[in-house]
């Protein structure tokens, strides 16, 4: 006859969570230094993701063109900074890499990529898509409240409307605000998840809590990150997103390392 306690069930070992350290605005400096270092021991890798970047701008641009839709270039432009932490996991990957001095080459890094979609990540490629498609339609709206149903025959002339008038003002300081409390949600929900996703196994829901986190507790530094990523991108796009191949690159391989200090590493 078995004995009782060997019929009872073994405990589960608690479940650890990612452990969020405090970091100050020279761990900032330095992951935007160890950024560009990466950039540079690789730039092959960071020119091609930051070209699909930036063909993505400008496809995005000629679209509404195309459509006689300008009024959409600066929101989806704006909104286009927001899925930079899912465009550059490969990105995260080579700067992986170059930490475990394994060598780079193109199958592994895209084979990474493409596993995503297999994994956690691809969940929160969708919360991303999802905030922007929001970012999207509270511009509909504040343009309907504010400049009613008028039509706009090309980029140029909108920008006359809202620089020019009071109605036109209105709806770019309340869209920016609103644009920006958007913003502030999806960085604080991504910015550690991305990175934290590709480099453990751990879900997603429990990615996006490590990352508010991360920027609960450190809201200078993190915060002060935000605002370069965000001044960054938009000087980039300036001339037809072409600053995009590089700054991208920089930023992604950037992210990683601020991860780096502000997650403590996985016990074994």
Partial sequence: ????????????PPRRDPVVARIAVADVVEAF?????????????????????ALGGLFILMTVTQLGLPYLAYPLAAGFVLIGPFVAV?????SRLRERNEP???????????????????????????????????????????????????????????????????????????????????????????????????????????SVRAVAQNPVPMLGFAACVVVLS????????????IIMPVLGHATWHLYRRVVAPAEP
């Fill in 1 to 12: 006859m078995q004995d009782a306690s060997s019929l009872a069930p073994t405990p589960t």
């Fill in 33 to 53: 230094a160890a950024g560009l270092r990466d950039f540079q021991a690789a730039p092959s890798f960071g020119l091609f993701f930051g070209g699909i970047y």
């Fill in 90 to 94: 490969g990105l995260y990957e080579v």
């Fill in 104 to 210: 780079l080459r193109w199958r592994a890094v895209l084979g990474v990529v493409f596993a995503q979609r297999q994994r956690e990540l691809s969940w929160m490629a969708f919360v991303t898509l999802f905030v922007m498609m929001i970012w999207l339609y509270q511009v509909r709206l504040l343009l309907a409240l504010f400049l009613g149903f008028q039509s706009f025959s090309s980029f140029g002339g909108f920008l006359t409307v809202i620089a020019t008038t009071p109605e036109g003002l209105m709806f770019l300081a309340v869209g920016n605000v609103v644009g920006a409390v958007l913003a502030t949600v999806l960085f604080s929900l991504t910015v550690v998840s991305f990175p934290l996703l590709l480099d453990r196994e751990v879900d997603f829901i429990t990615a996006m809590i490590t």
């Fill in 234 to 245: 938009l000087v980039a796009m300036l001339p037809l997103f072409l600053g995009l191949v």
